[in-house]
């Protein structure tokens, strides 16, 4: 095993963050895990790292940090309507969504651009233009530490729900992911219907639908409104977009008519936490290096070399004058180490 000390995070999350983890391992067979878990010293703190796409560094790593770097896709099975892939939880994201495409399997295509990797996605069940990763999860492989053996978790033991699963809440820590398996349509079932796709289409001239073209509208869209983490550090969403009840929001709509909403459950609406950030004043607000998008709210950026714990502080005066102004809490999205 090829352990390393105090290695700098920088590299390892999009956010840009300088911080140092006390022992570093880079994951390529997954039976050093097993090693891992037998370790006394190594198994007291084990922290799983993917694309660093979706964490704030706000302090040093205490501990052993595990980046995933276990690779491969395998065609498991197919019939005449779906094929089911296993892919291991290292490979990036972006890249099977490109991969099905180009094989003509559908169900991922609306997930394209979204950073991290494949072992990440589970565990905030990533979604994006009127699609969750949970609805071609077929199962989920990981390691436990305790229990010291590989488990599958079927989709319903995931406990999928918008941005969440089970693996951030009872086991979070407790496991690591090790591979996914999906199940990919061969006939595809196209969702176009979520705000700016359509547009973006009719843009692109595209006469003829297909996966390939979704994806390119959505690579377009996201393109040009969410910041480049090579360029600008940041780890998309921030927040999430809070669900308050229907009576909240007509209450919220006298006062502001054009606030937007998604329908949640009978009772609940979803409102987008950008739009309620910017109507705080916080879109384009920059401290020293650290700020929000100037082109989404929802971002929090590093242009340099912003601390975790002032990003935090900045995440905490945002929600704080949201609450004010219109009493709802938002809740942190990214996962804070
Ligand atoms: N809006 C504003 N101001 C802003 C940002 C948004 O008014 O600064 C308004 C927009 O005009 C629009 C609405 O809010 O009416 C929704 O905006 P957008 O379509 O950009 O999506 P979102 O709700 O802000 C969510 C996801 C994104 C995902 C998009 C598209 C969450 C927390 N975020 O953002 O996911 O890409 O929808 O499906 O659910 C991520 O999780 O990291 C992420 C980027």
Same mark, same amino acid.
């Given at each position: 095993?090829?352990?390393?000390?105090?290695?700098?995070?920088?590299?390892?999350?999009?956010?840009?963050?300088?911080?140092?983890?006390?022992?570093?391992?880079?994951?390529?067979?997954?039976?050093?895990?097993?090693?891992?878990?037998?370790?006394? *010293?190594?198994?007291?703190?084990?922290?799983?790292?993917?694309?660093?796409?979706?964490?704030?560094?706000?302090?040093?790593?205490?501990?052993?940090?595990?980046?995933?770097?276990?690779?491969?896709?395998?065609?498991?099975?197919?019939?005449?309507?779906? *094929?089911?892939?296993?892919?291991?939880?290292?490979?990036?994201?972006?890249?099977?969504?490109?991969?099905? /495409?180009?094989?003509?399997?559908?169900? /991922?295509?609306?997930?394209?651009?979204?950073?991290?990797?494949?072992?990440?996605?589970?565990?905030?069940?990533?979604?994006?233009?009127?699609?969750?990763?949970?609805?071609?999860?077929?199962?989920?492989?990981?390691?436990?530490?305790?229990?010291?053996?590989?488990?599958?978790?079927?989709?319903?033991?995931?406990?999928?729900?918008?941005?969440?699963?089970?693996?951030?809440?009872?086991?979070?820590?407790?496991?690591?992911?090790?591979?996914? /398996?999906?199940?990919?349509?061969?006939?595809?079932?196209?969702?176009?219907?979520?705000?700016?796709?359509?547009?973006?289409?009719?843009?692109?001239?595209?006469?003829?639908?297909?996966?390939?073209?979704?994806?390119?509208?959505?690579?377009?869209?996201?393109?040009?409104?969410?910041?480049?983490?090579?360029? /600008?550090?940041?780890?998309?969403?921030?927040?999430?977009?809070?669900?308050?009840?229907?009576?909240?929001?007509?209450?919220?709509?006298?006062?502001?008519?054009?606030?937007?909403?998604?329908?949640?459950?009978?009772?609940?609406?979803? *409102?987008?936490?950008?739009?309620?950030?910017?109507?705080?004043?916080?879109?384009?607000?920059?401290?020293?290096?650290?700020?929000?998008?100037?082109?989404?709210?929802?971002?929090?950026?590093?242009?340099?070399?912003?601390?975790?714990?002032?990003?935090?502080?900045?995440?905490?005066?945002?929600?704080?004058?949201?609450?004010?102004?219109?009493?709802?809490?938002?809740?942190?999205?990214?996962?804070?180490?």
């Amino acid at each position: 095993m090829h352990l390393q000390q105090n290695v700098s995070l920088k590299a390892y999350n999009t956010f840009g963050i300088d911080v140092s983890a006390e022992y570093f391992l880079e994951l390529g067979d997954a039976a050093l895990l097993e090693e891992i878990a037998n370790d006394a *010293v190594l198994s007291k703190q084990v922290r799983a790292l993917g694309g660093g796409s979706n964490i704030l560094l706000s302090k040093a790593v205490k501990g052993l940090v595990v980046h995933n770097a276990l690779k491969g896709v395998h065609l498991e099975k197919e019939d005449s309507e779906h *094929v089911w892939l296993r892919v291991e939880a290292g490979e990036i994201w972006h890249e099977l969504v490109m991969y099905a /495409i180009s094989n003509g399997w559908a169900g /991922i295509e609306n997930l394209a651009l979204i950073p991290g990797t494949v072992g990440a996605a589970p565990i905030q069940n990533i979604g994006a233009y009127g699609v969750e990763a949970k609805e071609t999860i077929e199962s989920v492989n990981a390691w436990h530490w305790n229990e010291k053996i590989f488990v599958s978790y079927a989709n319903v033991e995931c406990k999928f729900g918008y941005r969440d699963s089970i693996f951030k809440t009872s086991l979070k820590d407790k496991v690591f992911i090790s591979s996914v /398996i999906f199940k990919l349509n061969k006939k595809p079932v196209f969702h176009t219907s979520y705000g700016p796709i359509l547009q973006e289409l009719e843009k692109m001239k595209v006469t003829e639908l297909s996966i390939k073209a979704i994806a390119e509208a959505v690579i377009a869209i996201r393109s040009s409104k969410l910041p480049d983490p090579k360029k /600008i550090g940041n780890a998309g969403s921030f927040f999430k977009n809070p669900a308050i009840s229907e009576a909240h929001f007509e209450m919220l709509q006298t006062n502001y008519p054009d606030i937007p909403c998604y329908p949640f459950s009978e009772t609940m609406v979803k *409102v987008p936490a950008g739009w309620l950030i910017e109507k705080c004043g916080w879109k384009g607000y920059r401290k020293d290096d650290m700020g929000v998008h100037e082109k989404q709210a929802l971002v929090l950026v590093n242009y340099g070399h912003a601390k975790g714990d002032e990003i935090w502080a900045l995440s905490g005066e945002i929600m704080e004058s949201v609450k004010e102004r219109f009493g709802i809490s938002l809740e942190r999205e990214v996962q804070v180490w």
